[in-house]
């Protein structure tokens, strides 16, 4: 017996509803990782779960504190050795922390067909399926906008599903494309979601022709739409400024307030979201002010978890709006005994709604987390909303959560400029040699996608007192370095090189230069190449035809399994 799906894109403020008829298939099994209601929610130790994540990782005990005391409980990290991987699985775990590991490269254009996938994943799950500290699986990133092949991630999700029927597969989309393609691909997945940023405005991240704030919400029903409301959704919201994409600390960076990522944050719960999670570019920690008022809002949710971990009883609650406010929205919930009221406002004009509780004429509400109280008469209570506003309200009188403010003491000053365009990676500016570290333990000026796969090393560098380490554990993975905003003079003939080395034969190693120009990529790369145990340095000349603000980026790769140590990379004009 099959059965179809049929799905209206109610969220489209034209008024247009568009009809989609989808075959779907059957669902062979119980998606592991669920509440046993019907809601779609995420369970974690036999309870509800509702995930506040942020995708880094966190290779420091500090970090790690940093975070769960913030109050978060979910981040990523990417696939390891079994040796190392139970290791930093056991120290999330001991810091309060779960763990989403990406599996994508396995599950992408060969598929569970590949031998080495099936393999890799089997080692994969022997080694860490039962452990503790991990969450989910994460597949191919927004594959539906990327043009993936779809038989691959069904074949995968099959086969890991099978392996590994304890876990939760998750598929984040790009807020982008139609219905009918994005039912098509959630079929691969238990969790679904996307990936959504509107700060600044107009936003345009979406295709949809919301381009305020509340498109989060939006964004949130359409993946919810996807999967017929029958699949929890996460999620990812915006950790980042815009301008952070052409390098850190832009002048022109316009970070969300702490009132618009409150306002994303709740706008996603109202609609329908089981968990939230936060990214910035390149997976690189947020920074100064903005990293605090992150904090205060994960602070404000961890607050008031029990209302986020249950489910949304508008549909049987008590509790409803008078007049029908077009810009506001609520969420019942029902916490043990007591009842609760999420609202939102979705408009940039304030509003003022009264809401029936449908309580007796003696229950007392109050507003929670410092924020105006409302006025109560009979079982009617009048709330004022600010634009964006946020309000919860509760009858349960001993609630008390709160939020917490938080000092960052990270620095928000400008890095350093190259002394010109022709100063190159040695110079200490660049930091070529490697011998300045971050606080995370990491190379100063570059972006370490994934840092359990870096390391700097003070053992037999080059020269100086540090070289840097970068170890891809598993055939078909790959660790990767990134320098961006490097300035160069168009027209100039150029030479990057580095010294490398590897005390793995199997391991490859590649470094290159390379920038979007008018929509194509201009790249200039040395092959992979099998370093060897020995010092040796290789090169790549180029021309620089740059992008408009004549700047290049330089990335160094390894592709496992082995490792490689790189030093002394420069770059530099040839007379």
């Known amino acids: 017996m099959s059965r179809f799906l049929l799905a209206c894109a109610s969220w489209v403020r034209t008024g247009t ?5 989808t075959f779907l298939g059957l669902e062979t099994a119980p998606l592991p990782g669920r509440t046993k209601d019907q809601a779609p929610r995420l369970a974690a130790d036999g309870q509800a779960w509702f995930p506040l994540g ?9 970090r790690r504190l940093e975070l769960a005391d ?28 779960r763990a989403s590991v990406p599996v994508g490269p396995w599950l992408g254009s060969k598929g569970p067909e590949s031998t080495d996938a099936r393999r890799s994943l089997r080692t994969l799950v022997d080694a860490v399926g039962a452990h503790p500290a991990l969450a989910l699986w994460e597949s191919v990133d927004e594959p539906a906008w990327t043009g993936q092949a779809e038989w691959p991630l069904r074949a995968g999700h099959e086969f890991l599903r099978r392996i590994d029927p304890a876990h939760s597969i998750w598929t984040n989309q790009a807020p982008r494309g139609p219905l009918s393609k994005l039912i098509r691909y959630n079929q691969a997945t238990d969790v679904a979601g996307s990936d959504i940023y509107p700060v600044s405005a107009p936003a345009r991240h979406s295709d949809l022709p919301n381009r305020t704030l509340s498109v989060v919400g939006d964004e949130t029903a359409r993946s919810l739409a996807s999967v017929d409301g029958k699949k929890p959704v996460i999620m990812i919201l915006q950790g980042f400024a815009w301008r952070d994409l052409e390098g850190p600390d832009h002048r022109a960076a316009v970070y969300p307030t702490f009132e618009e990522s409150r306002f994303m944050a709740y706008d996603a719960i109202i609609a329908g979201a089981a968990g939230l999670v936060w990214w910035s570019p390149d997976e690189t920690w947020p920074r100064g002010a903005f990293w605090g008022s992150l904090k205060r809002l994960v602070s404000e ?9 249950a489910t949304d009883a508008s549909s049987r609650g008590r509790a409803r709006l008078l007049g029908k406010p077009s ?3 609520m969420s019942e919930r029902l ?14 004009r304030r509003a003022r709604i009264m809401i029936r509780t449908g309580g007796t004429p003696a229950e007392r509400w109050h507003v929670l987390l410092g924020d105006p109280p409302a006025s109560q008469r009979s079982d009617t209570l009048v709330v004022d909303l600010p634009p964006w506003g946020v309000r919860v309200l509760s009858n349960d009188a001993a609630a008390q959560p709160r939020r917490r403010d938080f000092v960052t003491a990270e620095s928000t000053s400008r890095p350093a400029r190259a002394e010109s365009p022709s100063a190159g990676l040695r110079e200490s500016s660049r930091n070529g040699s490697f011998e300045q570290e971050d606080p995370a333990g990491m190379p100063s000026g570059w972006v370490v996608r994934d840092p359990t796969f870096a390391y700097l090393d003070r053992q037999g560098p080059h020269s100086g007192a540090r070289s840097l380490r970068l170890a891809a554990e598993s055939e078909g993975l790959r660790a990767l370095v990134v320098q961006r905003k490097i300035p160069v003079v168009v027209g100039r003939r150029y030479r990057l090189s580095a010294w490398m080395r590897s005390d793995t034969p199997a391991a490859r190693a590649s470094f290159y230069a390379e920038w979007v120009r008018d929509g194509s990529f201009h790249t200039h790369e040395l092959p992979w190449t099998a370093p060897g145990p020995r010092w040796t340095q290789r090169h790549v000349a180029f021309v620089a ?4 603000q004549s700047r290049i980026y330089v990335v160094l790769a390894v592709a496992g399994p082995g490792r490689v140590w790189f030093d002394d990379v420069q770059l530099k004009v040839v007379r």
Do not use: W, Y
């Open 70 to 97: 913030a109050g978060f409980d979910l981040v990523r990290l990417s696939p390891m050795a079994p040796g190392p991987m139970r290791e930093a699985l056991d120290s999330l775990r001991a810091s309060g922390l």
């Open 327 to 329: 810009s506001v929205r």
């Open 335 to 348: 916490v043990g005994a007591h009842r609760a009221v999420l609202l939102i406002n979705r408009a940039q």
């Open 301 to 309: 949710l961890r607050g008031i978890i029990p209302l986020l971990e």
């Open 54 to 62: 942020i995708l880094v990782t966190p290779i420091t005990r500090q």
């Open 545 to 548: 035809t740059p992008d408009s």
């Open 17 to 21: 509803c568009v009809v989609v008829v």
